[in-house]
């Protein structure tokens, strides 16, 4: 199976920060990857997929970018309803494979 | 709007079995396969299983091969789950999710189930 590496696991931001959440594959997977957003108590939400194309109706300060095996989510300016815990998934061989998630704190 | 909704809480005793229900809605049913996922409690998200509801192939997760059923009823587009054998570490809320496809063959979750929390306790 492919293992997918987030860090940092958690972080600590302020409502205006950027931020930068990366995921490493453990052998490449070309631009397979997604990202998901979940917050507590709710199912995940599709944010990213093929790794930078932005799901309809996701706010465009979010961003993915980045193929082989190194990833990057962007929120160029985080806002209040940002602070959850997003996951990166990869979809290039089965079983899909998720990444342990990066909390995103206050 | 595309809708997946699932069946509620379960609680179960070790060794018993049970069957969690998602119902689609919103969308052509048996275009695309639903995938199921679940999540321990303050733990990570591990893929189950995959179901196409146009043949009703299947794709297991190596770990639950053996104890996990995935069907669909395609006349109420609903798709099912049903996990046998119960231990303590199947605790979890399970989630169902649409596959999508890309061009590119590659495929994604969207949208999920609100999840169903099942409980294996004695």
């Known amino acids: 199976d492919i293992q997918m590496t987030q860090s940092p696991s958690s972080l600590s931001a302020s409502v205006g920060d950027r931020v930068t959440i990366t995921c490493r594959a453990s052998?490449?997977?070309?631009?397979?990857l997604n990202w998901y957003q979940q917050k507590p108590g709710k199912a995940p939400k599709l944010l990213i997929y093929?790794?930078?194309s932005l799901q309809s109706g996701v706010p465009s300060r979010f961003s993915g970018s980045g193929s082989g095996t190194d990833f990057t989510l962007t929120i160029s300016s985080l806002q209040p309803e940002d602070f959850a815990t997003y996951y990166c998934?990869?979809?290039?061989?089965?079983?899909?494979?998720f990444g342990q998630g990066t909390t995103v704190e206050i | 709007q595309v809708q997946l909704v699932q069946s509620g809480a379960e609680v179960k005793k070790p060794g018993a079995s049970v069957k969690v229900s998602c119902k689609a809605s919103?969308?052509?049913?048996?275009?695309?396969?639903i995938s199921w996922v679940r999540q321990a409690p303050g733990q990570g998200l591990e893929w189950m299983g995959w179901?196409?509801?146009?043949?009703?192939?299947?794709n297991y997760a190596q770990k639950v091969q053996g104890r996990v059923t995935m069907t669909t009823d395609t006349s109420t587009s609903t798709a099912y789950m049903e996990l046998r054998s119960l231990r303590s570490d199947d605790t979890a809320v399970y989630y169902c999710?649409?596959?999508?496809?890309?061009?590119?063959?590659?495929?994604?979750?969207?949208?999920w189930g609100q999840g169903t929390r099942v409980t294996v306790s004695s």
């Open positions: 998934q990869q979809s290039y061989s089965s079983p899909p494979t």
């Open positions: 999710a649409r596959e999508l496809i890309g061009a590119a063959g590659n495929n994604w979750f969207d949208p």
């Open positions: 093929a790794a930078s």
């Open positions: 919103g969308y052509t049913f048996s275009t695309y396969g």
């Open positions: 179901i196409s509801p146009y043949n009703g192939n299947t």
């Open positions: 052998q490449s997977i070309s631009s397979y």
